[in-house]
């Protein structure tokens, strides 16, 4: 069974730095996108950046600047490098993997 563990996450003041790390169990990672989503108290769920398998990505705007978004495919590992974090970053952040597959979270709260 395929299965994605993300870890990483933790308490940083706000104009620090973390990064998330997300490792996939099964073959054929390099073929799938990954992303990286995350869900504040009482607000949807909302992208944060995408990889494609190529390397493209694409982030959020609110994030833009200050994330980067990458993968070793040979480790089929994902990072979420987060610089310049802000109050407003405090979530649970969810690993994904293109067809649905979710991991269960690593939460990331910045205080002010």
């Known amino acids: 069974q395929v299965q994605l563990v993300e870890s990483g996450g933790g308490l940083v003041q706000a104009g620090g730095s973390l990064r998330l790390s997300c490792v996939a169990s099964?073959?054929?990672?390099?073929?799938?996108?990954m992303g990286w989503y995350r869900q504040a108290p009482g607000k949807q769920r909302e992208l944060v950046a995408t990889?494609?398998?190529?390397?493209?990505?694409n982030y959020a705007d609110s994030v833009k600047g200050r994330f980067t978004i990458s993968r070793d495919n040979a480790k089929r590992t994902m990072y979420l490098q987060m610089n310049n974090l802000k109050p407003e970053d405090t979530a649970v952040y969810y690993c994904?993997?293109?067809?649905?597959?979710w991991g269960q979270g690593t939460q990331v709260t910045v205080s002010s």
């Open positions: 994904m993997r293109g067809g649905g597959l």
């Open positions: 099964g073959s054929a990672f390099s073929l799938f996108v």
């Open positions: 990889i494609y398998s190529g390397g493209d990505t």
